[in-house]
């Protein structure tokens, strides 16, 4: 068969992309066919750089087209990315295309720790991200960065104060921690909470970013309700452990981003510290906490699982020395996060698919 561009698309129309359900030709994820005798080079722009799909696409693409022009063929594809958003009021953070909120309905399931080091797994894959501490009453990401008593750059930008994020690890930090020195964050009042999280959320100058994430405070009170409604986030992530009592507060998560008046989606559940491997029986796990919990509150709520976390003396440790675990590889635990950060992204580029893209 005579190898053309059209008889390439053509081809290349019988791969599926199982999140959309249509064809990567239809999706306009195919670019740059050139093709010289027997070498077809193309790419595929995928929606994420976390594409959990990534590898199944590419060998997707080599089947078709081998089928089509036989095994001779020579076949370079780059793969690519560019993350979706579905952002269109701009009049604040302009250049952010996904704003994902972090929450849980207590304190201490690893909110933060969730956050950080998903943060750093996005950038990892080559997503430009950033992290928002919003955690008012404890605000714990300038220890976990190892920024403690660091204060962000204010710049006077056509007369007004802006914040340049800290960059750190390949992700642009802005916490309310910087802001204020330790023990004060507890007794902020209402008002000054509120001037806080507004500056926060419309005087950071972020550039662009495919992903910035918000730690929000533990709980759904009304200070939750007013930093959601300022910041708008594309979806949110609800974190808990799996015993009954954390369940019980990840339900009210869920609630509050589902009712009416705020309406964020849901992106789905992760799962923290859900069992224990020792590193010197990695075929063991202890589900310390309960087992289970975390999948069943995402069906109950028809959500997504996003996976489970374990818990380990690194996680906990990388938190207090301001060296996130993620930044040293190759453990059963980055993995973990790592698979929760894909599944993050690609609910996210699901969430921003139109309509008629993800009907079948
Ligand atoms: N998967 C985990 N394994 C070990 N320690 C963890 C894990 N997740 C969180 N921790 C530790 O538990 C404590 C609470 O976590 P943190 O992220 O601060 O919770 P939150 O933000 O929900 O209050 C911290 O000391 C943190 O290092
Ligand atoms: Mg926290």
């Known amino acids: 068969m005579n190898i053309t561009k059209e008889a390439c698309l053509t081809a290349l129309s019988q791969v599926i992309d199982p999140d959309f359900k249509k064809d990567l030709v239809t999706l306009n994820m195919i670019e740059n ?39 001779a063929i020579t076949i370079h594809i780059e793969m690519s990315s560019r993350v979706t958003t579905q952002r269109a009021d701009l009049n604040f953070l302009p250049g952010v295309k996904n704003i994902i909120a972090v929450a849980s309905g207590k304190g201490g399931v690893g909110k933060s720790t969730v956050s950080v080091n998903l943060a750093l797994a996005l950038a990892k894959k080559g997503a430009k991200v950033g992290l928002m501490d919003a955690d008012i009453y404890g605000p714990s990401i300038p220890i976990m960065f190892g920024l ?20 750190k690890y390949g992700v642009k930090l802005v916490s309310i921690g910087f802001l204020v020195a330790g023990p004060q964050a507890v007794v902020w009042r209402g008002p000054m909470v509120s001037s806080a999280i507004r500056q926060f ?17 533990p709980g759904t009170g009304d200070i939750h309700l007013s930093i959601v409604s300022m910041a708008k986030p594309t979806g949110a992530i609800v974190v808990t452990t ?32 859900s069992y224990f491997t020792p590193d010197d029986a990695p075929e063991k796990k202890y589900h310390i906490f309960g087992q289970g919990g975390g999948s069943e509150i995402a069906a109950e709520f028809d959500t997504n699982f996003l996976g489970q976390l374990p818990i380990h003396p690194a996680i906990r440790q990388g938190g207090d020395d301001g060296e996130p675990f993620l930044l040293s590889r190759g453990t059963h635990y980055a993995d973990a996060f790592e698979e929760v950060a894909d599944n993050v992204a690609r609910q996210v580029a699901i969430s921003n698919a139109p309509v008629e893209t993800i009907s079948v």
């Open 242 to 273: 799996p015993q009954d009592v954390a369940l019980a507060d990840a339900r009210k998560a869920i609630d509050m981003f589902r009712n009416p008046s705020i309406n964020v989606p849901v992106l789905g559940v992760a799962e923290n510290m």
């Open 148 to 167: 403690e008593g660091k204060r962000p750059r204010v710049e006077e930008v056509e007369g007004a104060h802006k914040i340049i994020p800290i960059e």
């Open 33 to 71: 066919i050139e093709i010289e005798g027997n070498a077809i080079s193309f790419t595929v722009v995928l929606t994420t750089p976390a594409c959990p799909l990534k590898e199944h696409l590419e060998s997707e693409c080599r089947r078709v087209l081998k089928e089509a022009f036989g095994e």
């Open 201 to 217: 959320v419309t005087d950071v100058i972020w550039g662009e970013l495919d992903y910035l994430l918000i730690d929000l405070p």
